[in-house]
């Protein structure tokens, strides 16, 4: 028997290794991807083996389901706390994806795009444009340069110290 199978099998650690390329794999899409469904895709990769992890931390070698059983003396339980919240991250992750590609349908529309890259050069272009039109962007709009603001003064008053 090698170490790698003292490691894998024998030990149950398996599980673990496929939940790390499960991961991997999603971070990959995640990253180096830029179509954004892709993206999408490689976040719900990533979303199941963050469940299946905690599941597979869940569960008990020759536990049992958490029902108290009458009669029975030392028994084994699973402990149910994992598995009820990765229910809940289910349903978020559900939520999650149909958000993102319900923004993506939006992307799609407006931009005609779904390519990262080309979504940046069209906003940088965008940008251009917007600028080439209005030189001065952050003055109010009708607001004449050349206005003469009235004079403040600042302290001096009643029992104070000017400043």
Aim: glycine residues 10%; proline residues 5%; hydrophobic residues 50%.
């Amino acid at each position: 028997m090698s170490l790698l199978e003292a490691l894998l099998v024998q030990r149950g650690l398996w599980v673990y290794w496929a939940i790390i390329t499960l991961m991997m794999i999603g971070l990959y899409g995640v990253i180096a991807r830029d179509h954004l469904v892709k993206k999408v895709m490689g976040l719900n990769v990533f979303q199941s083996s963050a469940i299946l992890l905690y599941v597979a931390i869940g569960k008990v070698r020759g536990g049992t389901a958490a029902i108290l059983l009458e009669g029975e003396e030392n028994v084994l339980y699973s402990n149910p706390l994992p598995h009820v919240l990765m229910l809940t991250a289910i349903v978020v992750g559900i939520a999650t994806t149909a958000l993102a590609l319900a923004l993506t349908v939006r992307i799609q529309e407006a931009y005609g795009t779904l390519e990262e890259d080309e979504l940046a050069r069209l906003r940088v272009r965008e940008d251009e444009e917007e600028a080439a039109l209005d030189p001065h962007p952050f003055d109010p709009p009708g607001e004449p340069e050349d206005v003469e603001y009235p004079e403040v003064k600042v302290g001096g008053g009643a029992g104070g110290a000017g400043v």
